[in-house]
């Protein structure tokens, strides 16, 4: 991906140490945010990226204006874990129609201890939330952030916030309860 290429030596020193120190405090928590929403590290990972890489362009142009960072990288990170997610439900789509006529084995799940089925079915159930509940809870019980830090990420007010995150953990909990998880 030739697109995706960043030039530093273009880069002043200060820019570059900005990066760092950028990368320093934030790159852990978005990483957890991303990994949780996609379920995958290594996708997390490259969204992440990517987040970074657009940030880079934005302090490395004229036009920079690197207030409020974190939530910037934090609605960013989120914008690109919703693209991937799109785009690899297209293709899983293809994959399934075009293997539907194999069958799955079923001695994988037979070998998982009981933690990790636990850890899985808990996992899973955040799929009962809609995209949106599920970013406020996240940021929320994963990141710890607040109700107005949520707002500016999510462009949503306060009130709303807490609304959802309200109505995302019933609803996580009913559902957990109803598969006796809980």
Same mark, same amino acid.
């Given at each position: ?55 880079f362009r ?34 899983r789509d ?19 201890? =009981?933690?990790? &089925? ?8 955040? /799929?009962?939330?809609?995209? %949106?509940?599920? #970013?406020? @809870? ?10 107005? =830090?949520?707002? &500016? ?8 916030? /807490?609304?959802?995150?309200? %109505?995302?953990? #019933?609803? @996580? ?10």
């Amino acid at each position: 991906m030739a697109e995706k290429a960043v030039k530093f030596e273009n880069a002043s020193p200060e820019v570059v140490a900005e990066m760092e120190a950028i990368i320093t405090e934030h790159e852990g928590g978005l990483l957890r945010y991303a990994g949780r929403i996609l379920m995958d590290p290594v996708a997390a990972q490259d969204v992440v990226q990517d987040a970074f890489i657009r940030l880079f362009r934005l302090l490395n142009s004229p036009r920079a204006n690197p207030s409020k960072i974190a939530n910037w990288l934090y609605r960013v990170t989120h914008n690109n874990a919703v693209d991937y997610i799109r785009r690899e439900s297209r293709l899983r789509d293809l994959h399934r129609k075009s293997s539907e006529e194999q069958t799955l084995d079923d001695g994988d799940a037979a070998r998982r201890n =009981e933690d990790e &089925e636990k850890c899985n079915i808990v996992l899973e159930h955040l /799929g009962v939330l809609k995209m %949106h509940e599920k #970013q406020v @809870l996240l940021l929320r019980l994963q990141e710890g952030k607040s109700y107005r =830090e949520i707002a &500016e990420i999510t462009r949503r007010s306060e009130g709303n916030v /807490g609304c959802i995150l309200h %109505h995302a953990v #019933q609803k @996580l909990s009913q559902s957990l309860d109803r598969a006796g998880v809980i």
